[in-house]
């Protein structure tokens, strides 16, 4: 005997197939670090970091970097690919505020939003919460003050000719 399947049993089993995708992203993740370069005026780390966020953050055609040169402060917001699977890509959106004073930088990083897409859906599914994908997040956010940190002290290191 076959029994007929009801519209309840779809909406039961796309309630059981979320719940085990995640949960809801929530509140921002934030996390504030001070670096250290030896001998750089503030002016120096500031325009050094405007111009390597405007060459390195970039949401298609936006412009997603704002400076504030009198507080010596530059905010850069970004969406990245984290990585993919087999007919899923996984993508993180964050912020970074890097505040220069003389020989050091505040890096405040928050991210703000997690999303996934099938290879087949031009829709992302934002506000996807998952301990592999915010570790991922955590790990590909830090990456990325690594590189300006290396560009910063480059900065620092070079003789003025």
């Known amino acids: ?67 504030e040169p009198n507080k010596a402060r530059v905010i850069g917001r970004n969406k990245s690919l984290l990585h993919r699977e087999p007919g899923i890509v996984y993508y993180v959106w964050y912020t970074l505020k890097v505040e220069a004073k003389d020989s050091k930088v505040r890096v405040t990083s928050t991210i703000t939003d ?14 996807y919460m998952d301990s592999k994908i915010i570790t991922n997040a955590n790990i590909h956010v830090q990456k990325t003050i690594n590189r ?14």
Do not use: R, Y
């Open 1 to 67: 005997m076959i029994k007929k399947i009801t519209p309840a049993f779809f909406i039961w089993i796309s309630c059981l197939l979320t719940a085990c995708a995640g949960q809801p992203f929530g509140e921002p993740i934030s996390n504030t670090e001070i670096f250290k370069i030896p001998d750089t005026p503030k002016e120096t780390l500031f325009q050094t970091t405007e111009l390597w966020m405007k060459e390195n953050f970039k949401i298609g055609s936006s412009e997603v970097v704002t400076a």
């Open 114 to 127: 997690t999303a996934f897409a099938t290879t087949n859906d031009t829709n992302s599914h934002h506000s």
């Open 148 to 161: 300006l940190i290396q560009e910063l002290k480059a900065t620092s290191n070079q003789d003025d000719w």
